[in-house]
């Protein structure tokens, strides 16, 4: 069983930056798949990036802004979110597993609890 625990989110002005994390309690293989997926209020859960195996990928309204790494030593995967934009909040969650389609959250058995990022105008 893996848990997922974010942490880094935040109220930040328009421009601002932040740097999400999301730590793995258990091994987990190396060719899982982490994504990115976050929920405004009144609106479904989108994806928003993802990193495994075969590189990294961003929806299109993130891109150029957010860059997702992983730590390997410290079992962790990272979201820096850059030129933060009021419509960039919402509540943000990771996701990891062995996935097919990195952006269809149904894939994806493992989620972490959310963490809140709030971008003010």
């Known amino acids: 069983q893996v848990q997922l625990v974010e942490s880094g989110g935040g109220l930040v002005q328009a421009g601002g930056s932040l740097r999400l994390s999301c730590a793995a309690s258990?091994?987990?293989?190396?060719?899982?798949?982490t994504g990115w997926f976050r929920q405004a209020p009144g609106k479904e859960r989108e994806f928003v990036a993802a990193i495994g195996g075969s590189g990294e990928y961003y929806a299109d309204s993130v891109k150029g802004r957010f860059t997702t790494s992983r730590d390997n030593v410290k079992n962790t995967v990272y979201l820096e979110m850059n030129s933060l934009k009021p419509e960039d909040t919402a509540v943000y969650y990771c996701a990891t597993g062995t996935i097919s389609n990195y952006f269809y959250q149904g894939e994806y058995p493992y989620w972490g609890q959310g963490t809140q990022v709030t971008v003010s105008s």
């Open positions: 258990g091994r987990t293989p190396s060719w899982y798949t």
